[in-house]
């Protein structure tokens, strides 16, 4: 059976369909009988323009004698139903500088229907704004496959993240692909691999310290239920009274990462210190509140770990992120199942799990040297 892919491309700034294929005397001939098919010297292939009724006239022109892979004009990624409605009505109202190109409408709108995360939709728009300002004398429409590999090799010369450089491919890939509607559109954009950079994790000894040197009840309650649970710090801010399950000695983490709800360790020492902590402090919905009401501040915690982790004597700055790794490490170290961990901590795939196994220095411990084996 003759093969043909139909792919979305652009020329002269309206939207065509692509035709690839192996060189077939039978499929040019047929192509041929298509008034309006036309030759591209750029992306060397057959095309026509894009509308359904071309569309149809393609499927019915190869009937019988060749298979189209249409899928990328039939695909439709489905709503995140798991996601909350997106609020970025700020987008939309700020005060813009002058010159300043700024997201179409049509973008914002389509990651409101899609329900994407808050920070996700906040990263593409920075990241596809920076790009449209690039090329501020072009319309988005003639900004071609060229432009964009030229775009991401000056980021590359500035020397910005790999994972920058990809969140900035995810959202041009959002506007071509998803806001215009042309999925696997022609062109192909080679990714930087992510760096790879083992979790930082402290000592047992360091954290006991954290924790003991910590005179402020309310700190210390924060500093050890991030470790002993091994919470995101958004997880512990959204923390509410009612997730403290002391009878099943579990914590329940709320819409946490991906808006997965999930059960988590309670510990007994822990324990001890909330209910000293909430006789004194009494809070109303959440587990830890501003004095004023509502959630603690998210740059507070951070503030409060880094300085327990001065305190503590440890000469790197403390994240709360570091006692999240800490807990897992510490979890595997012990010889608790990886699986396990990979439900304490949330993680969609258990290949993001694994990379504790690179720091639990027990595991290493046991490994016998081969220079062990050799005698001198």
Not at 123 to 136: A, D, L, M, P
Request: net charge positive; proline share 3%.
């Amino acid at each position: 059976m003759k093969y043909i892919t139909l792919c979305h491309i652009i020329i002269e700034g309206r939207k065509q369909i692509g035709l690839k294929f192996r060189a077939d005397k039978v499929i040019q001939a047929l192509l041929h009988t298509i008034s309006t098919i036309k030759w591209s010297k750029t992306y060397n292939m057959y095309y026509l323009p894009n509308n359904d009724s071309n569309l149809n006239l393609l499927f019915k022109t190869f009937k019988g004698i060749a298979w189209l892979n249409g899928n990328a004009f039939f695909s439709n990624k489905p709503i995140r139903q798991t996601n909350l409605p997106l609020d970025i009505s700020y987008f939309r109202k700020r005060t813009i500088k002058p010159g300043y190109r700024v997201c179409p409408p049509e973008y914002l709108d389509k990651l409101e229907i899609k329900r994407y995360a808050f920070n996700t939709a906040k990263s593409y728009i920075n990241c596809f704004e920076r790009f449209i300002n690039y090329y501020k004398d072009k319309k988005f429409i003639y900004i071609n496959e060229q432009d964009i590999h030229y775009y991401l090799q000056q980021l590359i010369q500035e020397k910005l993240s790999n994972s920058y450089i990809n969140q900035a491919i995810n959202s041009i890939k959002f506007y071509y692909e998803v806001v215009l509607g042309m999925p696997q559109r022609f062109y192909y954009i080679e990714r930087p691999f992510r760096n790879q950079t083992l979790p930082k994790v402290l000592s047992t000894e360091a954290i006991q310290r954290m924790i003991v040197l910590t005179s402020n009840l309310k700190h210390k309650c924060i500093i050890s239920v991030l470790y002993s649970a091994g919470l995101r710090r958004s997880e512990l801010l959204n923390l509410k009274i009612k997730d403290i399950d002391s009878e099943r000695m579990v914590i329940r983490v709320n819409k946490g990462k991906g808006n997965k709800d999930r059960y988590t360790l309670l510990s007994k020492n822990l324990l001890i210190n909330l209910r000293q902590y909430y006789i004194i402090y009494r809070p109303k919905e959440y587990l830890f509140e501003n004095p004023k009401g509502g959630s603690y501040t998210a740059s507070s915690v951070r503030a409060l770990v880094a300085k327990a982790g001065k305190i503590a004597g440890i000469s790197e700055k403390v994240t709360p992120h570091m006692l999240r790794h800490s807990f897992a490490t510490h979890l595997l170290e012990n010889g608790t199942d990886l699986r396990y961990i990979q439900s304490l901590l949330g993680h969609s795939s258990s290949r993001t799990t694994e990379i504790y196994t690179h720091v639990a220095t027990n595991i290493i411990q046991k490994i016998e040297s081969p220079l062990d084996n050799l005698e001198f």
